[in-house]
């Protein structure tokens, strides 16, 4: 359901011949949904929202309680040009027992989803997240991906010692779709866009979240 309503302009590549930008959030107003995203329902305004700290850097912010609302960008994004994504993100509250290897326990605090195809029979992904429980760098599948579709997860941060703290992520995306796929080499592997979520709908809990600065890099 998700992956479907992936349906939007693509990000611009911008000036900056060695970037391709998705958000930095700080063309959108202020208390409003980011402009340029999608929703699966209206309820996601509720929970995702542009804020601005003292300095007036905006940012996303998600408030997250016992629910699965994310917001979800188009950009096709060519990885064998653009492999890596770059952004920052800072977990303020995680779901008590997260755990993304169990469908009861499936909620992170913070993820970010590349969604390399959105079709709706078999979708594929590599989820990054701000695990509550699992130890950074656990790989593993997501329990919600339907068959015959591929749902890699990777837990990049987790637990709450840096809680309330901006972390800044470098992730090559290509090498990751290399080594979970088995692909030695590729002259070009287009995404379909991103998918921003900080959920607590299974542990019943509170999930929140900032994310900022997310762009793919040479």
Known sequence: M????????????????????????????????????NTRSDATARFYAVAAEPSGNQYLRVRNKATHESLLRKAKVDLVKFPHLEWRWRANALPKGGNEQHKATCDSSAAINVVISSSKWKPRTIKYTWSTTLPVGTATTSPYCPWPGRCDVIVLQSGPDKKGQWVVERRNVLADYKRLYGKDSLNKLEIDGLIVMSDGDNTKSFSAADYDDIRFAK
Do not use: K, R, Y
């Open 2 to 37: 998700i992956l479907a309503t992936l349906a939007l302009a693509p990000a611009d590549a911008g000036a900056n011949p060695n970037h391709f930008p998705i958000d930095d959030f700080e063309s959108s107003s202020l208390g409003a949904l980011p402009a340029g995203w």
